[in-house]
């Protein structure tokens, strides 16, 4: 990102990795109409950040980095509407005190059996994630407190 304040030039440069690995065990099932169902999955795991920062402000150069993890433990709701058809709620809570928290939440649409593989289902939909991280004082002080938001896409496999 670039940008011009009172005459300086300045850039900025984040690199941002995410990885949140988990498990999830279906608790609860009901048949819905004639050829549906809705279950209840709960699941935990722990969401691992990694954030790099580079700022130039005229001649002069800004570099901060961290990584963290923060546990967390949600929910999901998923409506199967018929063999290939869903719609499906994902939401999640995490935090290690007051200096690193996050909320995340999911709305998909669903369809199964994508591209003959009965194992696969392709999803679009929609997230918000919200993650809030302090560490450090002073100019060795690292804070994110970020909203990634927006819509999203992919392909889900079952083993």
């Given at each position: 990102?670039?940008?011009?304040?009172?005459?300086?030039?300045i850039k900025?440069?984040?690199?941002?990795?995410?990885?949140?690995?988990?498990?999830?065990?279906?608790?609860?099932?009901?048949?819905?109409?004639?050829?549906?169902?809705?279950?209840?999955?709960?699941?935990?795991?722990?969401?691992?950040?990694?954030?790099?920062?580079?700022?130039k402000?005229?001649?002069?150069?800004?570099?901060?980095?961290?990584?963290w993890?923060?546990?967390?433990?949600?929910?999901?709701?998923?409506?199967d509407?018929?063999?290939?058809?869903?719609?499906?709620?994902?939401?999640?809570?995490?935090?290690?005190?007051?200096?690193?928290?996050?909320?995340?939440?999911?709305?998909?649409?669903?369809?199964?059996d994508?591209?003959?593989?009965?194992?696969?289902?392709?999803?679009?939909?929609?997230?918000?994630?919200?993650?809030?991280?302090?560490?450090?004082?002073?100019?060795?002080?690292?804070?994110?407190?970020?909203?990634?938001?927006?819509?999203?896409?992919?392909?889900?496999?079952?083993?």
């Amino acid at each position: 990102q670039k940008s011009h304040v009172d005459g300086v030039k300045i850039k900025t440069t984040t690199t941002f990795k995410l990885l949140a690995p988990g498990v999830a065990y279906t608790v609860f099932k009901m048949p819905f109409l004639a050829k549906g169902q809705f279950s209840i999955t709960p699941y935990l795991g722990a969401r691992y950040t990694y954030n790099k920062v580079k700022m130039k402000a005229g001649g002069t150069h800004f570099r901060n980095h961290d990584s963290w993890l923060t546990p967390y433990i949600g929910a999901r709701f998923t409506l199967d509407w018929n063999q290939h058809w869903l719609t499906e709620l994902a939401t999640d809570m995490g935090a290690t005190g007051e200096n690193n928290y996050s909320t995340n939440t999911q709305v998909f649409v669903g369809y199964k059996d994508f591209m003959g593989m009965d194992n696969a289902t392709l999803y679009v939909g929609y997230r918000y994630l919200h993650q809030y991280y302090k560490d450090g004082h002073g100019a060795k002080q690292f804070k994110w407190d970020m909203k990634l938001f927006g819509p999203i896409a992919g392909v889900s496999f079952t083993f």
